[in-house]
């Protein structure tokens, strides 16, 4: 379990992240909702351990998440930024190879299962015929499920995207949200996820955590969050929330 307890983070003065008391369990799949400047990146990026806090601590089953050698951080939490670093011409197999590196390292001896873990992780990611090609010249979807892959490769029990749909078309981040809720109920890794996307967010979702002036404003499940009074106090924009033909709420800006 991954828990922050009395986490406070500071800018110039001024506290930009202020969370008392927040527990992620595994075999979920959380997404992270609120306005931009609301603290999410800031705490996607204390979870990964990029930044530190200014005060309190993040516990990794209890002990202290900053005391992790990098080796047991990669073995636990997998990250995803919002902006993917350069492949440097790696190739989709290459690049899902990296994964296997926090268990073997550099000199280590592989193993049969490491190249059998590679082979699932691509394959879960439906880039079986993709193998050869280079990562940076691949289409935004295809770029984004090789990075995933790699993610899968680590076999974490926490997996952490940030904003992975922001660049895609509205059918590419469907497929990923689909991706990634059919992984984690085959896996049962924890999945904590920057989103935008209300509707894509309360579709997918076990639990919606969202933010407002760096604080916590709701924590349930999503369809708690799927009326009138509780976006619009979310956005500070008047929203409402229809019934879709299959059952389900939807928001749409009134």
């Given at each position: 379990m991954l828990h922050l307890k009395?986490?406070?983070?500071?800018?110039?003065?001024?506290?930009?992240?202020?969370?008392?008391?927040?527990?992620?369990?595994?075999?979920?799949?959380?997404?992270?909702?609120?306005?931009?400047?609301?603290?999410?990146?800031?705490?996607?990026?204390?979870?990964?351990?990029?930044?530190?806090?200014?005060?309190?601590?993040?516990?990794?089953?209890?002990?202290?998440?900053?005391?992790?050698?990098?080796?047991?951080?990669?073995?636990?939490?997998?990250?995803?930024?919002?902006?993917?670093?350069?492949?440097?011409?790696?190739?989709?197999?290459?690049?899902?190879?990296?994964?296997?590196?926090?268990?073997?390292?550099?000199l280590g001896r592989w193993q049969s299962d490491d190249e059998h873990i590679i082979d699932q992780a691509i394959s879960d990611t439906d880039l079986d015929a993709y193998q050869g090609n280079t990562v940076d010249q691949m289409s935004g979807g295809e770029r984004q499920r090789a990075w995933i892959a790699m993610l899968l490769a680590q076999q974490t029990p926490y997996m952490l995207l940030d904003e992975p749909t922001s660049a895609l078309d509205l059918s590419h981040q469907y497929a990923l949200m689909s991706l990634l809720y059919r992984l984690n109920r085959a896996t049962g890794r924890g999945v904590v996820i920057i989103l935008h996307d209300i509707n894509l967010a309360a579709r997918f979702a076990d639990r919606i955590l969202a933010l407002k002036q760096g604080v916590v404003i709701f924590d349930d499940k999503p369809q708690a969050l799927m009326n009138s009074e509780s976006l619009t106090a979310l956005y500070d924009l008047p929203i409402q929330t229809l019934q879709h033909p299959q059952g389900h709420e939807v928001a749409i800006v009134a």
């Open positions: 009395d986490i406070r983070v500071e800018r110039q003065g001024r506290t930009i992240l202020a969370i008392d008391d927040l527990a992620l369990n595994e075999n979920e799949i959380t997404v992270i909702l609120g306005h931009n400047g609301s603290g999410k990146s800031t705490l996607m990026k204390l979870l990964a351990r990029q930044i530190g806090p200014d005060q309190g601590q993040i516990l990794f089953d209890g002990a202290p998440l900053q005391a992790m050698s990098q080796k047991k951080l990669a073995r636990n939490i997998a990250y995803l930024p919002q902006h993917l670093p350069v492949a440097d011409g790696l190739n989709v197999r290459e690049l899902v190879r990296l994964g296997r590196f926090p268990w073997r390292g550099l």
